[in-house]
């Protein structure tokens, strides 16, 4: 075999196992993970949330200004620091799930569900046909451009990526095991904050913890993921001792904000 070939070889192997995602690290990993929303549209912070040891990060085009092109630098940049890269999409729809896992992300949140046949519709299109809606985009950055085989493709983009969706008001999360039990769907997230103004419960409320310990149980029992966020550190690890998978920190513009003035402040003290 020629040189080149050899070397065009290799490579193509080397990127074949690649191809074991997130879910697969996930479950050799053993343990809950600590993550961030990302709402500063920088390369430079979230190279800096990696350096601090953060194991994932949510790009939040929800509630953030992240366009299309900057959504993807910003889950090359993770990836390349060695976090797992999601995406919160901008909503319930199914209009952006195509392209967002083109681009590589590790998985999809969908915000504000309300319904089981919204999951139902919104996982499925993040579903290669026949068993659902995504359609061939082999040639792309989810593809590795194409340098691997196309079933290696499909059998990532079936089963590693994280297809979760939000479930943030009182009824809804009553629901978490019938949202659980739908085909395409692997992980469930509890939205605390748009619990909290549609009930008035405070994330301290014991019936509001209590319903997040069923969640995660839930989620245990179906064996898939379960996510929340949670206030500062403390939160943090009470939920992961709840057994949670994906527990968020803050933000990345909270955790500055609070680091600047704390900094000031006690410069202004001393």
Not at 220 to 245: F, K, V
Request: glycine fraction near 12%; hydrophobic fraction near 45%; proline fraction near 4%.
């Amino acid at each position: 075999m020629r040189p080149g070939a050899a070397r065009l070889v290799r490579l193509l192997n080397g990127v074949a196992e690649m191809m074991d995602g997130f879910m697969t690290r996930y479950a050799a990993g053993g343990r809950g993970l600590i993550g961030t929303w990302v709402k500063i549209p920088s390369l430079e912070t979230v190279e800096l949330l990696g350096h601090a040891g953060f194991d994932f990060v949510v790009i939040d085009m929800e509630h953030a200004p992240h366009s299309m092109e900057m959504m993807y630098r910003l889950t090359v940049a993770a990836q390349a620091m060695g976090m797992a890269a999601f995406v919160r999409l901008p909503d319930r729809s199914d209009a952006n799930v195509q392209r967002v896992l083109d681009s590589g992300s590790d998985g999809l949140l969908v915000p504000r569900v309300t319904s089981l046949e919204q999951a139902r519709e919104i996982t499925a299109a993040m579903v290669f046909s026949p068993d659902g809606e995504r359609g061939l985009g082999a040639t792309s950055r989810a593809g590795r451009w194409g340098l691997v085989p196309i079933a290696d493709y499909v059998r990532r983009g079936n089963d590693e990526c994280l297809r979760m969706v939000q479930l943030e008001d009182w009824d809804t999360l009553h629901q978490a095991a019938d949202y659980a039990a739908l085909p395409h769907v692997n992980g469930i997230f509890v939205g605390l904050g748009d619990l909290f103004l549609s009930s008035g419960r405070p994330a301290s409320d014991p019936e509001v913890d209590a319903l997040a310990a069923d969640v995660a149980r839930i989620a245990r029992e179906n064996n898939i993921l379960s996510g929340i966020a949670a206030t500062g550190p403390e939160d943090g690890r009470h939920y992961l001792e709840m057994g949670y998978s994906l527990v968020m920190i803050g933000n990345d513009a909270g955790l500055f904000g609070r680091a600047a003035a704390a900094a000031v402040t006690a410069t202004r003290a001393g």
